[in-house]
C-alpha cells in the first residue's frame, strides 16, 4: 500500500555509471544471492514512492525484466549523476504530475532504508529544498531528494559545465539527513553500502545470505 506522502515522490533508480571498477557493463544486472543486484534496489524503494524509473543510457531492452520505464540522460555526453536527476525530473513531470519531489538510489546499493523517503521528506522545509542521505558522517551525494520545481534550474547549470553533485546543491536550500547502520547477522553495516568491485559484491552475497540464515 503506497500512502499519500509517497505518492508526492517519483523513485528514480540511478544505473547510468560506467561500472569501471566492476569491469564494466551493468553492475546493477549482476547476481546477488539468486536476482539481480537491481531487483533488491526495487524491492527496497519501489513501498516508498508512487512510481518509479530507471535512469540508464544504452539499449533499454537489458532492463524489460523490470517493467519499468527507461529513461536516458537528456545531457549529451557523460554528465554525472546530476544529468540522472534532471533526466528523473522530467520523466517524473510528464508521467508522475502529482510528484513534487524525485527520489534518487544508486542501483549498486542493495541495503537502501526501507524509510528512506519518509525520512528525507520529513527533513525538508518546503517543496524547493533538497535532501541528501548519509551515514557514518558521510554524505552520499546520488542518494537524495529533490525538487521536480528545481528541474530548468539543475538544466542550466549542466549545460554552463555544473557537474559536481555539490556545487549544484550550495545553490539552493539543502539539508543532510544522517541515517543509522544496519545491523546484519551481528555486524554493523553501512546502510548505502555499495558493491562497486567484484569483492564488494561477494561481500554483499555473504550480508544477505547470512540475513536469510
Known amino acids: 500500500m503506497i500512502d499519500n506522502a509517497a505518492k508526492q515522490v517519483t523513485g528514480v533508480l540511478l544505473a547510468g555509471g560506467l561500472s569501471r571498477r566492476m569491469g564494466g557493463g551493468d553492475k ?102 533538497i535532501a541528501l542521505a548519509a551515514s557514518g558522517g558521510d554524505v552520499h551525494p546520488v542518494i537524495g531528494l529533490w525538487p521536480v520545481a528545481l528541474a530548468d534550474d539543475l538544466e542550466a547549470q549542466l549545460e554552463s559545465g555544473v557537474r559536481k553533485v555539490l556545487h549544484w546543491t550550495g545553490r539552493h536550500s539543502s539539508v543532510v539527513v544522517e541515517f543509522p547502520f544496519l545491523r546484519l547477522h551481528g555486524r554493523m553495516i553501512d546502510p548505502f553500502f555499495n558493491a562497486n568491485t567484484p569483492e564488494e559484491l561477494d561481500e554483499a552475497r555473504a550480508l544477505i545470505e547470512s540475513r536469510s540464515q
Open 28 to 129: 546493477c544486472l549482476r547476481d546477488l544471492a539468486g536476482k539481480p543486484m537491481l531487483a533488491h534496489v526495487i524491492e527496497r524503494l519501489s513501498p516508498q514512492v508512487g512510481a518509479m524509473v530507471i535512469n540508464a543510457n544504452g539499449d533499454p531492452a537489458r532492463f524489460a525484466r523490470f517493467a519499468l520505464d527507461v529513461v536516458p540522460d537528456t545531457v549529451g555526453g557523460f554528465a554525472g549523476p546530476l544529468a540522472g536527476v534532471l533526466a528523473g525530473m522530467r520523466w517524473s513531470a510528464s508521467h508522475a504530475p502529482e510528484a513534487r519531489w524525485i527520489v534518487t538510489v544508486s542501483t549498486d546499493a542493495p541495503f537502501v532504508p526501507l524509510n528512506l523517503t519518509q525520512q528525507l521528506l520529513s527533513a525538508v522545509a518546503g517543496d524547493r529544498t
